[in-house]
């Protein structure tokens, strides 16, 4: 039976790879914080693919949800096949008005807790293992809706690069996932003008589906020769 823990796996594109893996027979450990609707999620999913799902409550932004689900693979004894590092934060605030707590939690949630997490958890990985960071098309092409989300996703393709020669040892690969824009409640919040410009601005003139995306992600954690890769699936932005 082969295992994966995915962070933010209740929704968005988190939902479609938990929906992928478990499609292929995977048992589920996923990460929420604030969905009122985990507990049926996980439910539907274990009932539609007859694997076995957990849903566990856990903060990314706060320090103790590391040991939080470090204990919980520990006490049942869980080892993993793959670990999808999704969840993440963003901040709308201006330049001007963005205050340095608000700027270092979303530094910790997107790059301090997945470190620390994989530190923590990293023997709990099986050997052949894989782990899986969403990145993201705005940590490659400085933007200018949020500083700390470009910069906190460059970092995150910058962790998938040098974390390739710390795994190494543990025979785990890491690789990344640069989604452009996707269909989920994450860009479904935007107004219907700045949706239609951002198609405009891509190739296939439409949003990714969190489906389309799953798929990568799961030939990332199948296919054992990517190491260190970030795979951009945007769609041929900027080609229009
Ligand atoms: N959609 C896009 O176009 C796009 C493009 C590039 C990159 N991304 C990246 O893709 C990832 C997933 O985004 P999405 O599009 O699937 O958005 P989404 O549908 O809004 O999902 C966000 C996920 O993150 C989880 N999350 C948020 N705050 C959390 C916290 N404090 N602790 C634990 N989990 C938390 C949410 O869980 P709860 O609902 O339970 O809080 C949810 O599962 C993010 O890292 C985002 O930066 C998305």
Redesign the pocket.
Same mark, same amino acid.
């Given at each position: 039976m082969k295992t994966a823990l995915i962070?933010?796996?209740?929704?968005?594109?988190?939902?479609a790879v938990a929906d992928c893996l478990a499609q292929s027979g995977y048992d589920l450990t996923l990460?929420?914080?604030?969905?009122n609707e985990?507990e049926q999620i996980r439910a539907e999913i274990a009932q539609k693919f007859g694997v076995k799902v957990t849903a566990i409550e856990?903060?990314?932004?706060?320090e103790k949800?590391i040991d939080l689900i470090y204990n919980y693979l520990i006490e049942n004894n869980l080892k993993l096949n793959a670990v999808v590092l999704?969840?993440? *934060?963003?901040l709308r605030d201006s330049f001007e008005e963005t205050k340095m707590s608000d700027w270092q939690k979303v530094f910790f949630?997107?790059v301090h807790f997945p470190v620390f997490l994989l530190q923590k958890i990293v023997n709990q990985i099986v050997a052949g293992g894989s782990v899986v960071f969403?990145?993201? *098309?705005?940590g490659i092409e400085p933007h200018a809706m949020s500083l700390v989300?470009g910069v906190t996703?460059s970092a995150t393709h910058a962790l998938v690069k040098n974390l390739v020669k710390f795994l190494a040892p543990y025979n785990i690969r890491v690789n990344g996932v640069? +989604?452009?824009?996707?269909?989920?409640?994450?860009?479904k919040n935007k107004p219907a003008e700045i949706r239609k410009n951002i198609e405009n601005k891509i190739a296939l003139q439409r949003?990714?589906l +969190?489906e389309e995306i799953a798929q990568v992600y799961k030939m990332l954690i199948e296919n054992g020769y990517f190491n260190g890769e970030i795979i951009v699936v945007d769609g041929g932005y900027s080609y229009k």
């Amino acid at each position: 039976m082969k295992t994966a823990l995915i962070t933010g796996g209740t929704r968005g594109i988190g939902r479609a790879v938990a929906d992928c893996l478990a499609q292929s027979g995977y048992d589920l450990t996923l990460i929420y914080f604030a969905d009122n609707e985990a507990e049926q999620i996980r439910a539907e999913i274990a009932q539609k693919f007859g694997v076995k799902v957990t849903a566990i409550e856990a903060d990314i932004s706060n320090e103790k949800s590391i040991d939080l689900i470090y204990n919980y693979l520990i006490e049942n004894n869980l080892k993993l096949n793959a670990v999808v590092l999704n969840a993440g *934060l963003t901040l709308r605030d201006s330049f001007e008005e963005t205050k340095m707590s608000d700027w270092q939690k979303v530094f910790f949630a997107n790059v301090h807790f997945p470190v620390f997490l994989l530190q923590k958890i990293v023997n709990q990985i099986v050997a052949g293992g894989s782990v899986v960071f969403t990145g993201s *098309l705005m940590g490659i092409e400085p933007h200018a809706m949020s500083l700390v989300y470009g910069v906190t996703k460059s970092a995150t393709h910058a962790l998938v690069k040098n974390l390739v020669k710390f795994l190494a040892p543990y025979n785990i690969r890491v690789n990344g996932v640069a +989604p452009g824009f996707v269909d989920t409640e994450w860009q479904k919040n935007k107004p219907a003008e700045i949706r239609k410009n951002i198609e405009n601005k891509i190739a296939l003139q439409r949003f990714c589906l +969190p489906e389309e995306i799953a798929q990568v992600y799961k030939m990332l954690i199948e296919n054992g020769y990517f190491n260190g890769e970030i795979i951009v699936v945007d769609g041929g932005y900027s080609y229009k």
